[in-house]
Structures are given as structure tokens and as C-alpha cells.
């Protein structure tokens, strides 16, 4: 009796860290790829500061047009504005990982 509830211990002692090691993987393996990382070093950094310097000429381009249609309310359209032409794209240039393909605008 003893040395079948040993056994049956052994077994269930052997299977559990296989069980575990599974879980984290899921949220670290999507969002790294390290065949990206050179992509996005030599392609997709450089254009991030493009479009960031081309936003922020735009932005001042159009700062006349924002500022009538800042007069009606909700009165965030400068926000709005240099959000899309300026923000995004320095976000995504500046503070998104190296190597992370996804792009959300919550990097804290």
C-alpha cells in the first residue's frame, strides 16, 4: 500500500512542473520575435522618426485649421490633432520594445 501511494506521489510530483512551465509563455512568446529585431532596427525605427518629424510639420502646418475648429466644443482638437501627428508616431518609434511587432498606445 505504502509503495503504491509512493508511486502514485512520484507520478503526480513528475508531471506537475510540466503543467506550470506552460502557462506564462503566451503573453512574452507574442509579442518577441527576435527575427523582427533587425527589421525593425534598419526599416521600421528610421521610418517611426520620419513620420514623427513629418507629423510634427504637419502639426504645425495645419495649427491654423485646428485652432478654428477648436472655437466649437469639446475644444480638444489641438489634442487630437497632435496626438495622431505627433504622439503616435513618437510612441511607436521611441517607447515600443525593440523586437515587439504590436503596436498599442499604452506604453507606460
Do not use: C, E, W
Not at 509503495?3 to 507574442?30: E, G, N, R, W, Y
Not at 508616431?89 to 507606460?108: C, E, L, Q, V
Request: hydrophobic residues 50%; without cysteine.
Amino acid at each position: 500500500m505504502k509503495k503504491h501511494l509512493l508511486i502514485s506521489l512520484l507520478t503526480a510530483l513528475l508531471f506537475t512542473p510540466a503543467l506550470h512551465a506552460k502557462a506564462p509563455v503566451t503573453s512574452d512568446k507574442a509579442r518577441y520575435d527576435p527575427m523582427f529585431v533587425p527589421i525593425d532596427i534598419l526599416l521600421f525605427r528610421p521610418l517611426g522618426l520620419v513620420t514623427t518629424i513629418a507629423g510634427s510639420a504637419l502639426f504645425v502646418a495645419v495649427s491654423p485649421f485646428t485652432a478654428l475648429s477648436s472655437i466649437a466644443p469639446p475644444h480638444d482638437a489641438f489634442q487630437r490633432v497632435g496626438d495622431i501627428f505627433v504622439v503616435l508616431p513618437a510612441t511607436y518609434t521611441f517607447m515600443r520594445p525593440i523586437g515587439d511587432k504590436r503596436f498599442t498606445r499604452n506604453y507606460d
